[in-house]
Structure formats: C-alpha cells, structure tokens
C-alpha cells in the first residue's frame, strides 16, 4: 500500500506564493508519474502540473509561467511552487502518484491519490 500526505495549503493574497508538497510512502518500487491536479466547486478535476520519469514536466495552461514542479526523487516528494496566486487558483489540490510497488506476484503499477489540500487566493 501507497500514501500520499500532502502539505502546504492556505489562505493567501492574490499576488503571493504558497508550495504545496506531497510525500509518498510504501513499499514502492519506482515513481512512473506524480503532480497536481485541482478542482474548484462546481468544476471538474484539472491536471495543473505533472512529472514524469526521464523529467517529463507537464502543466495546465492556466498555470503556465507561474508554477513550477520539481520531483525530489531520494524523498518520494513531489513540489508545487505556485507564485502569482490568482482568485481563480482557489480549490483542493489533489496529488496522483503512479507508482511501481511490490507485490507477491511481482511489480505492479497503480495510481494513487491524495486526501487534497485547500488553496484559498483572496482578491
């Protein structure tokens, strides 16, 4: 079994600056793929930023230029440096980690997410 614990989340002004961070945890072989997604009331869940093996960065257009991903592969930790904080930036953040476990059978790849946390840009 995976974990994910994520931290970083808060209230903050449009205009600053939070990082969020989300560690994984478990009898993990290797990380395939791990980032952020977001979602905001009434909206769908949106991809904001990814990392893939081999240092594949992928990020929404909204976010573009403004946040940036980093993947601490020693410490399984995924990092979101999100400057330039708009209202619309407002929502949960979720982490997915695609991770290669251990199993009885042998190695074996799922997907995994985290409980989310709150990101609040006042105006």
């Known amino acids: 079994q995976v974990q994910l614990t994520e931290s970083g989340g808060g209230l903050v002004p449009a205009g600053g600056s939070l990082r969020l961070s989300c560690a994984a945890s478990?009898?993990?072989?290797?990380?395939?793929?791990m980032g952020w997604y977001r979602q905001a009331p009434g909206n769908e869940r949106e991809l904001v930023a990814t990392?893939?093996?081999?240092?594949?960065?992928k990020y929404g257009d909204s976010v573009k230029g403004r946040f940036t991903i980093s993947l601490d592969n020693d410490r399984n930790t995924v990092y979101l440096q999100m400057n330039s904080l708009k209202p619309d930036d407002t929502a949960v953040y979720y982490c997915k980690a695609i991770v290669a476990v251990f199993s009885p059978s042998g190695q074996k790849t799922y997907a995994y997410w985290g409980q989310g946390t709150q990101v609040t840009v006042s105006s």
């Open positions: 478990g009898y993990i072989f290797s990380i395939n793929d």
């Open positions: 990392v893939s093996r081999g240092d594949i960065l």
